[in-house]
């Protein structure tokens, strides 16, 4: 029987395919929303503050008379940037980390520790402390979801080059007197590949979620940025008269974490060898 490739197990997954033509939509509105977007996300209509979903304004709008679903449509530029940029900075700095631990065995229990210490904070505990120090805003949050990626980026990195570097191949590469850095590029990393974009898939959605707390407790985007978690928290006063303005964004958040969370988990079954029978 052949082995199905790692592209042939993601279609045959409906759930995972379905997740996958999300997270394009999502990112392709996010991409183009200057162009798709019915209205300006910014104007405000004091004729037509709280309208439901229906007539003029598809998702309705909120207690300034914005249109929430180009709003949403801006709000995903701003959400997926920061959780892109959060995911970029603290998984090199992570994966440099769980490299040097895993290369040079010295360094390993230092390094982990320090790891250990960095894992014994929330990220919302980091936000609260950047806000405090550096005022309330994105750059705020994203050095907090950065350093709360890093430790688990560097014990992914480090299981993973711990199991290449236990065969025959490095010690191959070694005997021929490749330097430590070419062999962590030429062999180690590439074949770290796999657990690193499995996990990368699946915290970029558990770095939208963080995000999007941050924002809504008030310490990330601040007023009038479209931003998905700041959307929810100001609907809040109007829970009881107009409770789409914080149920519609909501819903975006939960939408797109639920996508990257279900293609996480199908690449992890597509990527695992034991699971291509």
């Not at 750059?139 to 907090?144: D, F, G, K």
């Not at 992914?156 to 430590?180: F, N, P």
């Amino acid at each position: 029987m052949s082995r199905p490739g790692t592209l042939r197990m993601l279609t045959r997954d409906v759930g995972a395919a379905l997740s996958f033509g999300f997270v394009a939509l999502v990112v392709l509105a996010a991409i183009l929303a200057p162009w798709i977007a019915p209205r300006d996300p910014y104007a405000t209509d004091l004729l037509a503050i709280m309208q439901p979903p229906g007539g003029d304004y598809l998702w309705g709008t909120d207690g300034q008379g914005r249109d929430i679903l180009s709003r949403c449509i801006f709000g995903l530029q701003v959400t997926l940037f920061m959780g892109l940029v959060s995911l970029i900075a603290g998984g090199v700095i992570g994966a440099a980390v769980g490299f040097a631990a895993a290369f040079y065995r010295r360094l390993d229990g230092v390094l982990m520790r320090l790891m250990d210490i960095l894992l014994s904070f929330p990220a919302i505990l980091f936000g609260l402390a950047l806000a405090a120090i550096f005022g309330p805003g994105l750059t705020s949050v994203i050095i907090a979801l950065s350093i709360a990626t890093v430790p688990l980026m560097a014990r992914i990195v480090r299981g993973a080059a711990l199991v290449v570097m236990g065969q025959d191949y490095i010690e191959a590469a070694r005997a021929t007197g490749m330097s430590d850095a070419r062999l962590v590029w030429r062999h180690v990393a590439p074949n770290c590949l796999s657990p690193i974009f499995v996990f990368s898939t699946l915290r970029l959605g558990q770095v939208i979620l963080l995000g999007s707390a941050l924002s809504f407790l008030g310490l990330g985007a601040q007023a009038p940025v479209a931003e998905l978690g700041a959307m929810a928290a100001q609907g809040r006063n109007f829970l009881f008269i107009a409770p789409h303005i914080s149920v519609i964004p909501s819903l975006a958040i939960f939408a797109v974490v639920l996508a990257f969370n279900v293609l996480g988990d199908a690449l992890r079954d597509a990527l695992d060898p034991r699971l291509r029978i």
